[in-house]
């Protein structure tokens, strides 16, 4: 079966950092771009950054740009969303998930094939 789990959401003070993980089960991410998506309550569902198959290529929104570091270890087949400095405006279920062809800046939810269930994340005084 075919699975994502992301990991390492919670809760957090303003200006702190989390590192959420993606885990692939089932499959491998090698061939994959990973995108992390996030949504708030009331809000749509927003792009957060990509990372290509290879981890040569990165994109970010400009809303995390600075921040939030997008990287991958494919021999764990697992890929991270380090979040320094977080405001409570970061606070959503954050989502991974995986698609064919390259990251780009802007590529939309619809063009990804697979899903994570989505990990909370609190930024909160």
């Known amino acids: 079966q075919l699975q994502l789990v992301e990991s390492g959401g919670g809760l957090v003070q303003p200006g702190g950092s989390l590192r959420l993980s993606c885990e692939a089960s089932?499959?491998?991410?090698?061939?994959?771009?990973i995108g992390w998506f996030r949504q708030a309550p009331g809000k749509e569902r927003e792009g957060v950054s990509c990372?290509?198959?290879?981890?040569?290529?990165?994109n970010y929104a400009d809303s995390v740009k600075g921040r939030f570091t997008i990287s991958r270890d494919n021999a764990k087949n697992t890929v991270y969303l380090q979040m320094n400095s977080l405001k409570p405006e970061d606070t959503a279920v954050y989502y991974c998930?995986?698609?064919?062809?390259?990251?780009?800046?802007?590529?939309?939810?619809?063009?990804?094939?697979?899903w994570g269930q989505g990990t909370q994340v609190t930024v909160s005084s």
């Open positions: 990372i290509s198959s290879s981890g040569g290529i990165t």
């Open positions: 998930a995986a698609a064919y062809g390259t990251c780009y800046r802007g590529r939309s939810a619809n063009n990804y094939n697979y």
């Open positions: 089932g499959f491998t991410l090698d061939y994959y771009t």
